[in-house]
Nanobody, 128 residues
Framework: QVQLVKSGGSMVQAGGSLRLSCAAS????????MGWFRQAPGKDREFVAA????????SYAGSVKGRFTISRDSASHTVALQMSSLKSEDTAVYYC?????????????????????WGQGTQVTVSS
C-alpha cells in the first residue's frame, strides 16, 4: 500500500502560480498511475490531471489544460502539479491519488473511483 503526503498549497492572486507536490511512501511511486483531483465547496471531487508510471503520458481536464502541468520524479517518488494562470474558479481542496491498475492501451483513468489511494487534501485559494 502506498501512503501519499502532500505539500504546497496556499493563497495566491489570480494570474499567479503555485506548485503542489505529493510524496509516496510504502511502495515505489513508479508502480502507480498518479492523479490530482480537486473539490470546491458544494461540488463533487473532480479530475484535474494524471500521469503514467513512466511519466511520458499525461491527461488533463479541459478546464486546466494549457495552464497546469503534472510531472513525476521517480528518484524522489514525488508527483508535482504546477499550476499557472490561476483563476478564482481553481479555488478548491486538491488531492493526489494513486492507481495500481494496469490498463490496456495505457489509458489514464479520470474517475475518482479508479483511485484507491488518496493523500490528505490541501487548500488552494485564488483571490481575484
Amino acid at each position: 500500500q502506498v501512503q501519499l503526503v502532500k505539500s504546497g498549497g496556499s493563497m495566491v492572486q489570480a494570474g499567479g502560480s503555485l506548485r503542489l507536490s505529493c510524496a509516496a511512501s510504502g511502495r515505489p511511486a513508479s508502480k502507480y498511475i498518479m492523479g490530482w483531483f480537486r473539490q470546491a465547496p458544494g461540488k463533487d471531487r473532480e479530475f484535474v490531471a494524471a500521469v503514467s508510471r513512466c511519466g511520458t503520458s499525461t491527461s488533463y481536464a479541459g478546464s486546466v489544460k494549457g495552464r497546469f502541468t503534472i510531472s513525476r520524479d521517480s528518484a524522489s517518488h514525488t508527483v508535482a502539479l504546477q499550476m499557472s494562470s490561476l483563476k478564482s474558479e481553481d479555488t478548491a481542496v486538491y488531492y493526489c491519488a494513486a492507481d495500481p491498475t494496469i490498463y490496456i492501451g495505457g489509458r489514464l483513468p479520470t474517475l475518482r473511483a479508479s483511485y484507491p489511494y488518496w493523500g490528505q487534501g490541501t487548500q488552494v485559494t485564488v483571490s481575484s
